[in-house]
């Protein structure tokens, strides 16, 4: 297993969640980064349990047992998940031009930060990469090599990157509706069904909110035809798929949580670099497959993306029609 000195900054981001917070900075404990950067959200007006729970996360966090740099971004209001999660890369990024990034449901393998650390600095003025992930969800390519790149990334909640594209990050997605129709960014996309289903996320956020990380580097992702670094190996267990979590509202049983939480994590022993920077289609397409449409057929999906607005009032007509035949036959 690689397990280099960690001089890279890491940011741990938490809010109310003492559990999960104690096994994922158990890792980081392991890992002894000797700069590390804590972020709290404050409690929730609204909810009394969350006083306690998030003194009690912040205590867990103030145990630094090995020679560390850190420090502290404590709210005492609540900022919300979204804001919260802005906030604190704005401030490590006021401060440092890099990051490992964990939040409190991302439990990483130790050799993770070795691998980040090492990619870090191999790419570091490589303007075609945004992020590093930690997670694998079962596609391998380019063996030998420990990784491959990739449009489709794992999650943020435990990642790496630069100072260089927060600075091209836009929260609210402002040059969207001016960008949407630029050429470059529609070669961006694998196809058409790709495009006009990933556009209407982006169009839902600037609606309704929401969103801290995701869509925003999907979309710079895009705009700027960058890509992202995918091990070959799962170096990360999302342990909030369950009805605590803000984006994994989920029944733990659920068929998502089943499939994407608590995935088994495995230990890097070398890193193996790939020959070039660029992405296969094919996997690309299997990745979106995995990482976007969760599985299902590429048929299915097509049609219930384009004929279901169609449908949808079709099918309330025939209901309401069903139960008027039902009552007037039995009244």
């Avoid at 994922?24 to 590390?36: D, G, Y």
């Avoid at 490589?126 to 930690?134: E, G, K, L, M, V």
């Avoid at 299915?300 to 008027?324: A, C, G």
Wanted: charged residues 25%.
């Amino acid at each position: 297993m690689i397990n280099k000195e960690i001089t890279t900054p890491v940011l741990f981001l938490v809010f109310n969640r003492p559990e999960k917070t104690q096994r994922v900075f158990s890792v980081i404990k392991q890992a002894r980064p000797t700069k590390l950067y804590i972020a709290a959200d404050g409690a929730r007006p609204n909810v009394i349990s969350d006083i306690e729970n998030c003194e009690r996360v912040k205590d867990i966090v103030q145990k630094i047992d090995w020679e560390c740099n850190v420090k502290f971004l404590f709210h005492k209001e609540n900022l919300g998940c979204s804001l919260a999660g802005k906030t604190a890369w704005d401030w490590i990024f006021s401060q440092e031009e890099e990051m490992i990034f964990i939040e409190d449901d991302g439990l990483l393998s130790i050799s993770f930060f070795s691998f980040a650390q090492e990619l870090l600095e191999k790419y570091r003025n490589n303007t075609q990469i945004a992020y590093i992930s930690s997670e694998n969800f079962g596609l391998k390519y380019g063996l030998p090599s420990s990784y491959f790149f990739s449009r489709f990334g794992g999650g943020t909640y435990s990642m790496a990157t630069w100072k260089r594209v927060y600075e091209l990050y836009e929260y609210k997605l402002e040059s969207f509706h001016q960008f949407k129709n630029d050429s470059t960014y529609k070669k961006s996309f694998i196809n058409k069904f790709n495009y006009d289903q990933t556009n209407l996320k982006f169009e839902a956020y600037i609606k309704n909110g929401g969103n801290t990380y995701d869509l925003q580097i999907v979309y710079l992702l895009h705009k700027y035809s960058m890509l992202n670094v995918i091990p070959n190996l799962n170096m990360c267990s999302n342990i909030g798929f369950d009805n605590d979590g803000s984006n994994t509202n989920v029944n733990s049983d659920s068929p998502v949580a089943l499939k994407f939480g608590n995935r088994p994590r495995f230990e890097l022993s070398e890193i193996t670099h790939p020959d070039k920077v660029e992405a296969n289609i094919k996997i690309e397409k299997k990745n979106f497959k995995v990482r976007v449409l969760f599985g299902e057929s590429w048929i299915i999906s097509i049609l219930r993306f384009y004929f279901q607005p169609y449908l949808s009032p079709i099918y309330k007509i025939l209901k309401k029609t069903f139960l008027f035949l039902k009552f007037k036959k039995y009244a």
